[in-house]
């Protein structure tokens, strides 16, 4: 099955509030989508949704051909997703959390996508042999989000989500995460969500992005249209800016 | 790492990670002190056990009632906050999008719950067997073993009640851990009036918004002054109003006291210093304690205008407490709740020696509180 992740109408929120309504969204093998938005548009609630983290109000969510609210934990091993970093177990090391990860979703602490990416081991090209025996509480924001990406990549999931992961990471670090991220979905066997506020590296990253406002998918770019704006720089900033200027101005 | 461990791995780590996080020299003198005070304390429970032995061994509503009902109810609140604790670490938030069903962690939970059951269950039974062996009482293992299956009851009670509340799962409000039963303790921690801080620097969150939880605490605390205040008035006694006046004062000071903003880098990185901040801090706590203390004081001057000393010892005892509680609040500055706790500890372990050993206990009392006075004024410089 191509499809990944089906969202259908989805609507949820807190407390009976909707935050999110009427989210449609597809993704196939292969597609490396760039979610963006202004703070509060929605994006992490839209993320939590997907991953069941909170109910859904209306809608549907499938995950690889499952079926997210029948059937949660057949869902939940189809994506890893790189969890906030200041969420991750300060008590426990790097690869405690590794292997407790690989445990839960039934593989080996070193089931990675390795044949997907050339060169050298993960651990090596996110730099982390020198920390992921130290207690997480002693890790940057960096270095945590590093964890987290490595262990959403556990299991090799056909789904893979970034939320604002790529935020915290250090210039060498988010090249890296963003080479792994362009080489496993060139390998059609993943695909991809980034929700980022670093809205320049969406053009070079993603095959398409979609802007969320006010709750809603307010406009999306496809492949043409994002290598069009990628040429000129800023192009794709002031196309995202001129998005938010329309919907604030409407 | 297996998962199935995880909720204990994740307990003894966050304990290691606590310890680590410490002074040595703090660690040190928690070691020290707190097993000399343990030491003292094992002393003089077993002087007291036999000195009141042949009472103790004849006493049948101890041995039919007191005992095992004590016994239930401390493992029933103990089996509680356990499995609560268990609980707590099985939702955590890291764990909510991995593929780990409610059921699975619930019986994650459980199984730590047993762990963490079995060394408590095996130390009730050595303290209970080993108390009866003091006083004689026949058969002291059978006891233990008898101790032990009572607290053993409550505590699976409790455990089982809690490990199947139907709550939770999907954490909706998604910012915290999923809440797992109502956390009253810690919600006092958080409680309200945290406006009381902002009051003290004036900010616009400073000012009182009227509420019912803080209408019925102030008719509450109104009618015991009354009550206390008519008590008096009837009997033309200064006692009963004095007594009402210097508890109600020092409850309200302790309620509204809230010291976190001296864990703030915004007062920490001022030019201002530690005295400063925490008397502002104490500033509204304390006139709201003495405003209350006064009707109750008032009545027991009319009530006997004779004993006007019981009513104005009554106000410096209640100076005295206040201030001691303040460095308390000040010391634990993120848990009120631990402050409040370790206050009425201190001051209820003192009153026992002072029983002893006369009023010179009150000089360790006050020792303690310069020490404590110290740390958290170092603790605000230095970080």
Redesign the interface.
Known sequence: MDEVLAVSGLSAG??GRAVVRGIDLSLRRGDIIGLLGANGSGKS?LI?AI?????LLGGSVMVDGVDLAAA???A??G?G?A?EPH??????SGR??I???A???GCAPNDLPSADLPGADLLERLELGRWIDR?I?EYSLGTRAKVAILAALLGRPPLLIFDETLNGLDPVAAWEVKRVITALCASGRHAVIVSTHVVEAVPALCSRAVLMADGSLNRSWDAAQLVEAGRAPGAFEASVMQALRMRAAA | ????R?VL??LR??L??GLRAMRRRDLAWIGLGGGALLAYAIADIVLALQAAAPRLRHDQLLWTLGLPLTLAVLGALTGNAVARLCLERAF??????????SRQRRQMAGRATLAIFAPLGVLVAVLVGFACAIIGKPLPAAWGVGAAILFALGFGTAAIWRLRQPRLL?????SETAPVGRPRLGRLDRARPRWLSSWAWKLPGGHLRPSWKLAAAGLLLAASAILGAWASLAGRTAGPAAVAGLAGGILIFMLSLRCQPLGSPVLRTAPIGFTRVWLRLVQLPLQLSLAFFLLPAGAALAAEPSAWAVPVAGGLWLLVLNGAYAVFGAYFLNTPFVAMLSFASALAYASYETLEYGRTVLIGLAALVVFLWHRTRQRYRNG
């Open positions: 807190y407390r609630t939590r991953t069941g983290q909170i109910p949660p934990e057949r939940k091993a994506f997703l969890i969420d991750l177990p300060a008590p426990l405690q959390y292997e407790l990860v445990s839960i979703r207690p509480a | 790492m297996r998962h199935d995880l791995i994740l780590r966050e290691i990670a955590a938030p890291f764990l909510k999008a991995l593929p780990l069903g999907l954490d909706e409000a998604a």
